[in-house]
């Protein structure tokens, strides 16, 4: 079991910058990719950016190419997301997430946090 805890999240205006953090705790001793969703009301969870163990390979979903940064602390067991040029279509409740290969489709992962609200304002 892993038990995942998201912080970070809150009220800010557009344009601005969030940096949201993720730590895992439990049976954190395998090497294991983490990745990040999101879900605003009435829409589908949507796939935002996951990494690979190492943290050397990202992948970002269309909507926050070059806006968005995923990194990770393994020493830390904590995965971050930087979210630079917020836009009000950014609002929504941040997942992190654990799975065995970074991936992009939600069912691919095992672990959920409970997630933490990010909402931006025009």
């Known amino acids: 079991q892993v038990q995942l805890v998201e912080s970070g999240g809150g009220l800010v205006q557009a344009g601005g910058s969030l940096r949201l953090s993720c730590a895992a705790s439990?049976?954190?001793?395998?090497?294991?990719?983490m990745g990040w969703f999101r879900q605003a009301p009435g829409k589908e969870r949507e796939f935002v950016a996951a990494?690979?163990?190492?943290?050397?390979?990202?992948y970002y979903g269309d909507s926050v190419k070059g806006r968005f940064t995923i990194s990770r602390d393994n020493a830390k067991n904590t995965v971050y997301l930087q979210m630079n040029s917020l836009k009000p279509e950014d609002t929504a409740v941040y997942y992190c997430?654990?799975?065995?290969?970074?991936?992009?489709?939600?069912?691919?992962?095992?672990?959920w946090g409970q997630g933490t609200q990010v909402t931006v304002s025009s």
């Open positions: 997430a654990v799975a065995r290969f970074p991936g992009t489709i939600a069912t691919m992962y095992d672990y």
């Open positions: 439990g049976r954190t001793d395998s090497r294991y990719a």
């Open positions: 990494t690979t163990w190492s943290g050397g390979v990202a």
